[in-house]
């Protein structure tokens, strides 16, 4: 009797059990996951042999070449779910014809239209689909996100499509467009007033013409003998700096992620990408309220300036050009990135990137620095069988100075279906050296289709026969992913980021710069990007210069012949303080003060050099400098 009871008890037991194991569990929340926490410090080794999660393979998830079945993805989640995949950035190919430029031939955003899948991507049954894979991912302690390629291109049809739409962006003044006419002393202008006109000025002498409209037309006479310019400015439809633009993304983007999904969905979604992030913000970028912001923050009217941005106006040209950027980012960090930023730093969620030049056009966007640092973890790709090294340095530099928790690697992308251990290894050894800390490897596929169908190949994950291997070697990954991700970052080297230059004088190349950053980590000296707000906002104290959690001790200025007024006085006080300031090939010639041919400019280079621009132009040889308090320039 006594045994038949405990049998009975056993077999409720047993019952309540399966029970139990039957009920949806919980997703795990993804909040927080992956940032570096200090708990992790007081045990290096015991979390190093074990990380925590969140950092494991993010891999881009190409829901492509066949029809979602949840039985599938189910399959597919067990087997990832056994290795140190964290987590899923869902993706879409393009198809129509993949073009090398950024012209849209086809009517189509950037690279090409979507391919949409099945179910369509965004459609009804598509979002059941997300929120139940998002969910059990949840339950497998994992993550999911949406990679935007594609799908965030203008014209696609998709949710930046739908901004177009918004009514309060309708017959905003978002472009300038300048037309430029030449005429002779003595010569009269004779134009018929445009639409949508801003200002009409004449160079040289700022002679401003659109108080002279009579009757419907422009009429001017140039005096002297010499050659006038004049520019006809008006404005275009564009909202890329609106107030709202950032508010109403988050609205048909990624605000529905949250609408759409039930708790045990959201509790799943982590890691959103950006990729080739298509914001078409140019040095003619305007908005309604410009003039007034720009007054507001610089102390001067821009507008008979206008003209700097179309062609050199005279020696002011650097500084309208400087401050002009200045102001517009401003403006595009407060109504477009910060917004996004916060809603991703909010929810503690990885936000990464892979956007357009990787910071080896330092104007992208503008200002690639400045725009990069509003995501949690900015980062770049690793294509083919190529090094990405300067890209990931100049990444990791954005997210050491703007205390961001990681840098996104996505590796290693149309390298084909050779790949072996040793060459990953090999490469993503070369990344963690230049601060690479989230790995994505590019290829993880829903589907081959019976071989033929692929993306950017190869698949690196359970397609490989060395998937046995492949899943030591995403341990490794783990494992140097969290280490990297843990304390400060520190070296001795600052190494000043050319965006300054290139704003002033387009078409220069930042050749010299990335030359000398491959230069110095070739020799072993380990180094930073820093941008000039960083240098701005630095401290100096025991002859270092403090950005965040960085201590330099050795400034460096790189072909720099343009930057803010500001990050020449910094380097001036730094090296003051005893703190070493060198320099290599072109010195500034201009900057934000005054433009060119500033006596104020050629006082600190001769102070900080020995020389000026002019001499180092004309190829008067360099002296090293030592201060009374040890600094060198």
């Not at 343009?562 to 003051?576: E, G």
Request: charged residues 25%.
């Amino acid at each position: 009797m006594k045994n038949s009871t405990k049998v009975v008890k056993k077999g409720w037991l047993l019952i309540l059990l399966l029970t139990i194991l039957q009920q949806p569990v919980a997703g795990q929340l993804q909040k927080g996951r992956g940032y570096p926490k200090k708990a992790y410090e007081s045990d290096l080794l015991q979390y190093f042999a074990a990380p925590p999660g969140g950092y494991g393979n993010v891999p881009f998830y190409w829901w492509n070449g066949d029809s979602l079945r949840k039985e599938r993805l189910q399959e597919q989640l067990d087997i990832l779910s056994s290795s140190a995949v964290d987590g899923f950035a869902v993706s879409y190919i393009h198809t129509s014809p993949r073009i090398d430029t950024l012209e849209n031939r086809d009517g189509y955003g950037l690279y090409g239209m979507t391919e949409p899948g099945v179910p369509h991507v965004f459609s009804d049954k598509w979002w059941e689909v997300w929120n139940w894979f998002s969910g059990e991912a949840g339950r497998r302690g994992l993550g999911a996100g949406l990679d935007d390629y594609t799908v965030g291109w203008n014209g696609n049809g998709y949710y930046p499509d739908e901004l177009d739409t918004v009514a309060v962006f309708r017959d905003y003044s978002g472009e300038l467009v300048i037309r430029v006419d030449s005429i002779r002393g003595g010569e009269t202008y004779n134009a018929l007033q445009p639409e949508n006109l801003l200002t009409v000025v004449v160079w040289p002498g700022k002679i401003v013409l659109t108080d002279s409209v009579t009757d419907g037309r422009i009429r001017w006479r140039a005096p002297g003998k010499g050659i006038s310019r004049i520019y006809t400015i008006t404005t275009a439809p564009g909202y890329v700096i609106h107030p709202e633009h950032g508010n109403k993304l988050l609205d048909v983007y990624f605000n529905r992620f949250e609408e759409r999904m039930d708790d045990a969905g959201r509790a799943g979604m982590n890691y959103f990408f950006q990729d080739e992030l298509a914001y078409p913000i140019h040095m003619l970028t305007w908005s309604d309220d410009f003039s007034e912001e720009f007054i507001r923050r610089k102390g001067y009217d821009i507008v008979p300036y206008l003209p700097a941005l179309k062609e050199p106006i005279g020696p002011v040209t650097p500084r309208v050009r400087m401050d002009y950027c200045e102001v517009l980012m401003h403006l595009s960090e407060d109504r477009y990135c910060k917004p996004i930023y916060q809603w991703h730093a909010d929810r503690g969620l990885m936000y990464g990137c892979d956007n357009l030049s990787r910071g080896k056009d330092p104007t992208a966007y503008i200002d690639y620095f400045r725009a990069m640092s509003w995501f949690t973890a900015p980062g770049n790709d690793a294509p083919a069988r190529g090094s990405s090294f300067l890209e990931t340095k100049i990444s990791s530099s954005i997210a050491h100075l703007y205390s961001r928790p990681r840098t996104w690697l996505e590796a290693f992308h149309s390298m084909g279906w050779g790949s072996s251990g040793a060459w990953l290894t090999d490469q993503i050894d070369h990344h963690f050296v230049a601060g690479g800390n989230l790995v994505c490897m590019h290829g993880l596929y829903y589907s081959t289709h019976g071989g033929w169908w692929e993306w950017a190949p190869p698949d690196f994950h359970f397609r490989m026969p060395y998937w046995p291997h492949m899943k030591r070697w995403l341990d490794y990954t783990e494992r140097m992913s969290f280490i990297l991700s843990q304390g400060s970052h520190v070296c001795d080297i600052a190494l000043v980021y050319p965006t300054e230059t290139i704003q002033a004088y387009p078409g220069t190349k930042p050749d010299g710069v990335f030359d000398l950053a491959l230069k110095l980590s070739n020799s072993g000296l380990d180094f930073d990007f820093v941008d000039f707000r960083s240098l701005r906002d630095a401290s100096i104290e025991e002859r270092e210069l403090r950005m965040a959690d960085e201590r330099y001790k050795v400034l460096i200025l790189a072909d720099m012949e343009a930057m803010h007024h500001s990050s020449l006085t910094r380097a001036l006080a730094f090296y003051r303080a005893g703190g070493i300031v060198l320099a290599m090939g072109r010195l500034p010639r201009a900057t934000s003060a005054k433009g060119e041919k500033d006596p104020e400019v050629e006082a600190i280079l001769r102070e900080l050099f020995g020389l000026t621009a002019t001499e180092v132009a004309a190829g008067k040889p360099a002296k090293k400098q030592v201060n009374a308090a040890g600094g060198v320039g």
